[in-house]
């Protein structure tokens, strides 16, 4: 009965590549949210969606693109990676806007 | 620039006794203020929130806002080995937004030694 699951946990991959991170939750909620946490540990929002709408869009590459087929589901796929974009990356969701957000694992990618 | 600034620690305190964990932020205009725990390797997990100005007891936890100083701390009562860990604040920054942006802060690691 995992809340917020995320997939996969590691991610290893090569420059140039294209891969995609998969995040789903169980609580009903309607917001859910990408975040990247640096090797200081350092969390920084990177997008929002409120039932299926982009509500935040940091300043981020173009070549990180979010899609939320449904309020339960949100994946971020990444174009091109670069070493720069080793971190590990957290989705979140919230019932409401603001308010408490619930993380799910996380997935550790890992660019060389 | 929105910034959320906490104690950079270490914080290292016996079994026992009460950790003070402490952040200011930079908007007045803030509404939402929460403290997350992350064990090395884990995900943040919510600890507590506050809105209002004052205390807000949760078991051993405690959290204290004040609004007029732009600070926000949690107060860790009967510390146990189990609470080390990095605290991270987080504020919703957006005055009057409803747009749920948290801003973290770079975390406190805390040590209770046994």
């Known amino acids: 009965d995992t809340a917020v699951s995320q997939t996969p946990k590691y991610l290893v991959t090569q420059m140039g590549n294209d891969k995609s991170i998969k995040c789903e939750q169980n609580?009903?909620?309607?917001?859910m949210y990408w975040y990247k946490q640096d090797s200081k540990k350092f969390l920084k929002i990177m997008f929002s969606?409120?039932?299926?709408?982009?509500?935040i869009n940091e300043t981020v590459p173009n070549r990180f693109s979010p899609k939320s087929p449904d309020k339960a589901h949100l994946n971020l796929h990444i174009n091109s990676l670069e070493l720069g974009d080793s971190a590990v990356y957290f989705c979140?969701?919230?019932?409401?806007?603001?308010?408490?957000?619930?993380f799910g694992p996380g997935t550790r990618l890992t660019v060389t | 620039q929105k910034e959320v600034e906490q104690n950079s620690g270490p914080l290292s305190v016996p079994e026992g006794a009460i950790a003070s964990l402490n952040c200011t932020y930079s908007?007045?205009?803030?509404?939402?203020f929460f403290w997350y725990r992350q064990y090395s390797g884990k995900s943040p997990e919510l600890i507590m929130s506050?809105?209002?100005?004052g205390d807000k007891e949760d078991g051993r936890f405690t959290a204290q806002l004040n609004k007029a100083s732009q600070y926000v701390s949690l107060l860790i009562r009967d510390s146990q080995p189990s609470d080390s860990a990095t605290y991270l604040c987080?504020?919703?920054?957006?005055?009057?937004?409803?747009?749920?942006?948290?801003?973290f802060g770079r975390g406190t690691q805390l040590t209770v030694w046994p």
């Open positions: 506050i809105y209002s100005n």
């Open positions: 908007d007045r205009g803030s509404q939402s």
């Open positions: 969606y409120n039932n299926k709408e982009l509500i």
């Open positions: 979140a969701s919230s019932q409401r806007v603001p308010a408490e957000q619930y």
């Open positions: 987080a504020v919703n920054l957006d005055r009057g937004s409803t747009l749920g942006r948290l801003y």
């Open positions: 609580l009903g909620h309607d917001t």
